[in-house]
């Protein structure tokens, strides 16, 4: 089959080889960028843990911090 493709690719044979690695290379970005991540999503979806515990039980409400938890002034700072 590559022999068929290699024969089919036009002129000498650097251009050849130049047109069949830009081939490769796009057919490559194509699987790892769009058709893997595709597949992954349809077939195999990942439950994500952190946001089924946030959708379960929404987080307590945090009190803002005190002033008293604050240096009085930058002295008190080592």
Excluded at 29 to 58: G, K, N, R
Aim: no cysteine; aromatic share 10%.
């Amino acid at each position: 089959m590559s022999a068929a493709i290699w024969r089919a690719l036009p002129g000498p044979w650097p251009l050849r080889l130049l047109v069949a690695v830009a081939l490769v290379a796009g057919a490559a970005y194509l699987l790892v960028f769009h058709v893997y991540p595709w597949i992954m999503q349809e077939w195999f979806p990942t439950p994500d843990p952190v946001l089924d515990a946030a959708i379960a039980s929404p987080a307590p409400h945090l009190p803002a911090s005190s002033p008293s938890m604050l240096p009085a002034s930058t002295e008190d700072l080592p």
